[in-house]
């Protein structure tokens, strides 16, 4: 208590740092891959890793995972210095499917388990617990040439975090696969997470990340543009700004006044910062220029608007 009388509340506790990434720098040769990106996550923490093609988040999961050596920066892993003695705490999901597929699910469960120091009763106590977190106990014995597209991806995520390592790298976990095995795959990923696990997630699929992350980084051209939450980076991005989407009876025959519009497109967006006074001058002009509104939006910008907003729009391949 204190001396008023009143209770004090604790403050609230945050997750450890399970990964720090700083100042990251890769060239190879004339390129530059790397160019100061810093990145962290924490305990228990879904962070989606955003960029354009080229941005450097490939390289990034790669020396994390020791595959890239960095120029300069640092890495650590659990409050200690990254090195190849370190990683033992680290799963490694790649984009590739890495399974053998002359394997059953049960025997490919097993030598990665073996190849990542699992033996005797906590190999088989592993495989037991992979084939039903993965959902594949009814298929265990049959060939992974068999399996479905969404079937080999979750026994990949399987392979790559049999040994339950604290911190995780997907890379495209969902790539390919139908909404199901991708609704399936996010409910591991989240069981995962309830654990403790630090999951660093790189994904094409921004409607994912949006939903499903807790925060957000975002890479370009070798530097991290924006970290933090998609209400952070909404709001640091367009302020108080909001969208409004118009589908219109038919496509205006002129245009419209605070309205943008593709040419031939019946859906008009503008974008307001004070929605009560703005919305209605809005509609107004919509009803003057004598069209109908069959459907109305109003939200704050998404992570695509952020992401282009950031990174730009012009093709990066």
């Known amino acids: 208590m204190s001396a008023s009388g009143s209770t004090a509340l604790a403050p609230a506790t945050v997750a450890p740092v399970a990964l720090d990434v700083t100042g990251a720098h890769k060239r190879f040769g004339d390129v530059t891959a790397l160019d100061g990106a810093s990145l962290e996550v924490r305990a228990g923490e879904l962070l989606a890793l955003l960029g354009p093609n080229g941005a450097g988040k490939t390289t990034l999961v790669r020396a994390v995972a020791g595959r890239v050596r960095l120029d300069g920066g640092s890495i650590t892993l659990l409050g200690r210095p990254l090195d190849d003695d370190g990683r033992a705490g680290l799963g490694l999901v790649p984009q590739e499917v890495a399974v053998y597929p002359l394997l059953s699910a049960r025997e490919n469960l097993e030598v990665f388990g073996r190849l990542n120091g699992l033996v005797g009763r906590a190999l088989r106590d592993a495989v037991a617990w992979a084939l039903s977190w993965t959902a594949l106990g009814g298929r265990e014995r049959e060939p992974v040439k068999r399996f479905s597209g969404g079937m080999r991806r979750r026994l990949n995520i399987a392979c790559g975090v049999l040994h339950r390592p604290p911190v995780v790298l997907l890379d495209e976990p969902t790539v390919g696969v139908d909404p199901q ?9 989240a069981e995962l997470k309830g654990n403790g696990a630090a999951l660093l997630l790189t994904t094409h699929h ?22 933090g ?37 019946d859906t008009l967006r503008a974008m307001v910062s004070d929605v009560d006074g703005e919305l209605p001058v809005l509609l107004r002009r919509l009803r003057e220029a004598g069209c109908e509104v069959h459907d109305l939006q109003v939200r704050r910008p998404s992570l695509a608007g952020v992401f282009l907003a950031l990174t730009g729009k012009e093709l990066r391949e």
């Open 206 to 227: 921004l409607e994912e990340a949006e939903a499903r992350c807790d925060r957000i980084v975002i890479i370009d051209r070798g530097r991290s543009v924006a970290t």
């Open 229 to 265: 939450t998609l209400a952070e980076l909404t709001e640091r991005t367009f302020g108080e700004q909001h969208t409004v989407t118009a589908t219109l009876d038919r496509p205006p025959d002129r245009p419209i006044p605070g309205f943008a519009v593709d040419e031939g497109s």
């Open 181 to 189: 095995s991708r609704e399936r795959i996010y409910e591991m990923l």
